[in-house]
């Protein structure tokens, strides 16, 4: 039994473990992930809207998420329904007694329902944990020094401020695995006095089941965990098992299926339909994310190479936490205890550990470690088993005097990983950065080229054999200004094919205060020369502006410098329902004398006269690190889109 010190010990550590949670909640941003908006998307659809649709919920600023399907016209998180009606009816409550609302309190009510699902529960989780440490005869050194690991160098410590299923499955396994200790300690200590009745209390098989069945409903491969410990269970108890275990454990799966049943119409999760049309879509010329997924989400890495880093690369469970190094001779001595009530847990370890990571090597189309996350997380819920066999390993040891160096130099990269990603797991870990940062690793996707060197901020001229009366476009800054460029047809400067083109000004009244007339040669331009190369010709309205002016005009800042590609983005337009599919590009220069730097960024699109949807020019102090004025203009309309 613990003594005194210990159990002072335990409750410090506890409390100390707690002050940290806090700290990082109260820090914390929500909503910071697509993965965790997509179950705040249905906590919130559901108690505003009472439907697991989200159509409503995405449209809200910040709250938009890639990690949704598109099913019978509406969309709907691919995350479970359970976990999230269960959150539902928690928000509910919350906004009934206190008036509080995701929509207008959203950092105060995910920090209370996080405190309730997280915190509390992993608490009383380590609690526990400990517990089943004492009932496996650990001795007290071993027992604190493996609480201190569980508590503060694994890979679980991150997600505890942020919605996610992997902490909850961890901890329902943990109270699973409680509940089934206390069974195989009665069974052994029954067997030690030749008794006959029947081993464990009514209430441990009913939690057993009931949290066994919940880890599974959290983490889907944990069905196997499920299974295995029914199995088990069956030995200790054949009668008890089927009458207690197995209605409890009907309860939460009843919940998953009946829940995924009202949100999908099937008993299959949205989950399990990944590459098919559901996560494969267009929707108003936008197509879906997981159509074309960039970056670490493209599976791009050979087997090889991705059992590699699972295990010792940049999201390698080893790399990460080479504490868990102490589990490979945990398990060879653990296995070896012939009476030991952790015998059978080690034995689970082993089974589930192997085949969860054959289960996921397996599919290849989902090699992206988790997407950006700090860890490999779909392994995280098998923590508490391989924390089961560092315990023996520390008990093997405890008497070596290496053993504590070994400890330390093993904990401190593992408590880096842990606490390093204070504020979110939803970034990429240090090590991805570190070798990122060397060359040796780039999941970056290609941009787009350009066809030619652009110089210009608009990429395109009309190519009609005659004047095109309906090429035309106006543009619009906020404040009732409008510049206006039309064609004024083709025609011939010394034997060079060449286009007019006239550029209105207009003030907020619609008074015309400017207009140009700029001669531009063809092939050049299509060709990606220089403006200094294909401005022929030009006139101007307005007396003092020279040929420098209008160079200054066709660049977008005060310099010629061509632009760089960028990434795809889809705006939409009141002009109509699908969104534009617009190219990024920027470039910029820097102004020795004024020591500012002038950015022009453009947003490019083939089908608009002139290939342009918005241009925004930036400027910024350098010498304060100061944005000084920043000005947008953006398409108001057309004359046609092609």
Same mark, same amino acid.
């Given at each position: ?30 909503? /910071? ?8 998307? #249905? ?19 910040? !709250? ?39 929509? *207008?309190?959203? *950092? ?5 329902? +996080? ?18 440490? %004492? ?18 160098? #694994? ?40 008794? @006959? ?42 009668? =008890? ?48 994310? $997981? ?31 080479? %504490? ?11 296995? =070896? ?26 599919? #290849? ?20 088993? $391989? ?13 070596? =005097? ?12 593992? +408590? ?23 060359? $040796? ?7 787009? &080229? ?6 210009? !901020? ?8 005659? *004047? ?10 906020? #404040? ?16 060079? &094919? ?15 205060? @400017? ?14 020369? *220089? ?25 977008? +800042? ?55 949807? /918005?241009?925004? %020019? ?25």
């Amino acid at each position: 039994m613990p003594t005194r010190n210990e159990k002072i010990a335990v409750w410090l550590l506890l409390a100390l473990l707690a002050g940290l949670f806090l700290a990082k909640l109260s820090t914390s941003e929500p909503l /910071r992930s697509a993965n965790d908006r997509s179950r705040w998307c #249905t906590v919130r659809s559901l108690v505003d809207d009472g439907t697991y649709q989200i159509d409503k919920v995405i449209k809200i600023r910040g !709250w938009d998420t890639i990690d949704k399907v598109r099913h019978e016209d509406h969309f709907y998180s691919t995350k479970p329904p359970l976990f999230p009606t269960m959150l539902a009816g928690m928000y509910w409550t919350i906004e009934k007694t206190t008036g509080l609302t995701l929509a *207008k309190d959203t *950092k105060a009510v995910t920090r209370i329902i +996080l405190f309730v699902v997280n915190i509390i529960p992993f608490l009383i989780a380590m609690y526990c944990f400990w517990g089943i440490l %004492i009932a496996a005869r650990f001795s007290a050194f071993t027992r604190l020094i493996t609480l201190g690991i569980a508590a503060f160098a #694994t890979m679980l410590m991150p997600y505890i401020t942020v919605l996610n299923n992997h902490t909850v499955g961890a901890i329902s396994l943990v109270f699973a695995l409680y509940a089934a200790v206390k069974i195989f300690e009665a069974s052994q200590k029954q067997s030690e006095t030749k008794k @006959r009745s029947v081993s464990g209390k009514n209430g441990t098989f009913i939690l057993c089941g009931f949290f066994a069945a919940l880890t599974c409903c959290n983490e889907l491969p944990a069905a196997l965990f499920g299974l295995a410990i029914f199995l088990v269970l069956l030995r200790f108890d054949f009668k =008890r098992t089927w009458l207690l275990f197995v209605p409890a454990a009907l309860i939460p799966l009843a919940g998953f299926f009946i829940t995924n049943y009202i949100a999908t119409g099937g008993w299959k999760p949205f989950y399990m339909f990944y590459g098919t049309e559901k996560y494969v879509y267009e929707y108003l010329g936008v197509p879906s994310y $997981w159509s074309d997924p960039r970056g670490v989400d493209k599976a791009r890495d050979s087997v090889p190479t991705y059992i590699f880093h699972c295990l010792i690369g940049h999201h390698g469970v080893f790399s990460l936490s080479p %504490i868990l190094l102490l589990m490979i001779p945990g398990y060879l001595y653990g296995l =070896r205890k012939k009476e030991s009530v952790m015998r059978i847990i080690h034995f689970l370890g082993i089974l589930l550990t192997v085949a969860i990571f054959a289960f996921y090597w397996k599919r #290849t189309e989902n090699y992206n470690y988790g997407g950006v996350s700090v860890a490999l997380r779909w392994v995280l819920w098998l923590t508490p088993f $391989w924390l089961f066999a560092i315990a023996e390993t520390i008990e093997k040891f405890c008497n070596r =005097r290496w053993l504590p160096v070994v400890i330390i130099l093993l904990g401190i990269p593992s +408590l880096y990983s842990a606490w390093g990603p204070w504020q979110t797991p939803w970034q990429q870990p240090w090590i991805y950065n570190a070798m990122q940062s060397q060359g $040796w690793i780039n999941y970056s996707d290609p941009v787009q &080229q350009f066809e030619h060197p652009l110089h210009t !901020w608009f990429n395109k001229l009309p190519d009609s054999p005659d *004047k095109d009366g309906k090429y035309w476009i106006e543009f619009t800054d906020g #404040t009732s200004k409008t510049l206006r460029m039309e064609d004024a047809g083709p025609t011939e400067v010394d034997g060079k &094919q060449a286009r007019i083109i006239l550029i209105e000004h207009y003030n907020e009244t619609g008074q015309e205060t @400017r207009k140009q007339r700029l001669i531009l040669d063809v092939n050049k331009f299509n060709t990606g020369k *220089k403006a200094s190369e294909f401005l022929l010709d030009w006139t101007d309205t307005a007396p003092e502006k020279r040929r420098d002016d209008q160079l200054i005009f066709l660049h977008g +800042l005060p310099g010629d410098r061509n632009f760089r590609e960028g990434r795809i983005r889809y705006l939409f337009h009141p002009s109509r329902k699908n969104a534009f599919k617009c190219q990024l590009a920027a470039t910029r220069i820097v102004e020795k004398e004024t020591n500012r730097e002038i950015r022009c960024d453009l947003w490019l699109n083939k089908g608009l006269p002139f290939g342009v949807y /918005r241009k925004q %020019i930036s400027v910024t102090n350098l010498n304060e690190r100061l944005l000084t004025g920043r000005k947008t203009i953006t398409f108001s309309r057309c004359g046609k889109i092609e």
